[in-house]
């Protein structure tokens, strides 16, 4: 890999990461063209995820604080229940990477006609939002735990974890501020987690590292899209604007889909 491939899978990661396009099913495409195999080398893929992690503390850093200072005062209080449906919404998720996790790593096969299917759901999703009717409601505990299953069905390529969640949220009549932040809130944890199990069940001598400079130059890229797009994304919601990413997830899967023949 070199640093032009690293700039431009950098910058897919951290935009899609945030947008509601689906980073896997960008980051699988953009394979494809590159002739890139980025998910067999394990320290570009945990450099640009830990790049989106501190995008995302970085915006969030404040809320952050305040849950932890909040949580550390051993009170049943507002903010520990909020870091409660957090846990409450990684439930499904864990089981499916407890349980799943070769059948959800047999999906990134570089099968282009099945991430334009995805994309084309993940379109039907978005758009349908336009009919959610916002009943300001705070995020009960089933409402997490439903969010947290629509975050585990995103590990499928194609299937926007942004989107998914987002959507899900506003089906369920949630506030859209509240649903985009605790959208992006809840990941946190798993891709840490994820990110750390996959290095300590690493074989290190095994592995041809990518070389520092495209280590930095991804990292760059994807932390600095990260944090455009986080910041992006949540005026998106809050503007109800989500059609456009359902128009452009519907394109871009009707193209995999042409170009998969």
């Excluded at 899978?9 to 396009?21: A, D, H, K, S």
């Excluded at 299917?117 to 089933?142: C, H, R, W």
Aim: aromatic residues 14%; contains cysteine.
């Amino acid at each position: 890999m070199d640093w032009i491939e690293a700039l431009i899978l950098g910058i897919i990661q951290g935009l899609t990461e945030f947008l509601p396009v689906s980073s896997s099913g960008h980051l699988e495409l953009g394979k494809q063209i590159l002739g890139v195999e980025y998910s067999e080398n394990l320290t570009f893929t945990v450099v640009v995820h830990g790049a989106t992690v501190l995008s995302t503390i970085i915006v969030f850093w404040k809320t952050i604080i305040e849950l932890i200072k909040d949580f550390f005062k051993f009170q049943w209080n507002e903010s520990t229940h909020y870091i409660f449906k957090i846990f409450v919404s990684m439930i499904p998720v864990l089981i499916l990477g407890l349980f799943f996790k070769d059948q959800v790593e047999s999906m990134f096969s570089g099968n282009i006609f099945f991430v334009g299917l995805m994309l084309l759901v993940t379109s039907g999703l978005l758009a349908f939002t336009y009919y959610a009717k916002e009943k300001q409601k705070d995020i009960s505990y089933n409402n997490a735990f439903v969010i947290g299953i629509a975050q585990a069905l995103a590990v499928i390529p194609g299937i926007s974890r942004s989107g998914a969640t987002i959507a899900t949220g506003l089906y369920l009549g949630n506030k859209k501020e509240k649903v985009a932040r605790f959208s992006f809130l809840m990941v946190l944890i798993p891709i840490i987690g994820a990110n750390a199990k996959d290095l300590l069940d690493f074989d290190f001598s095994a592995q041809n590292t990518v070389s520092i400079t495209p280590l930095v130059v991804g990292f760059l890229a994807a932390f600095i899209s990260g944090l455009l797009a986080c910041s992006w994304m949540l005026k998106i919601v809050k503007r109800g604007k989500l059609i456009y990413f359902a128009i452009y997830c519907f394109i871009v899967g009707a193209i995999a889909i042409l170009f998969s023949f």
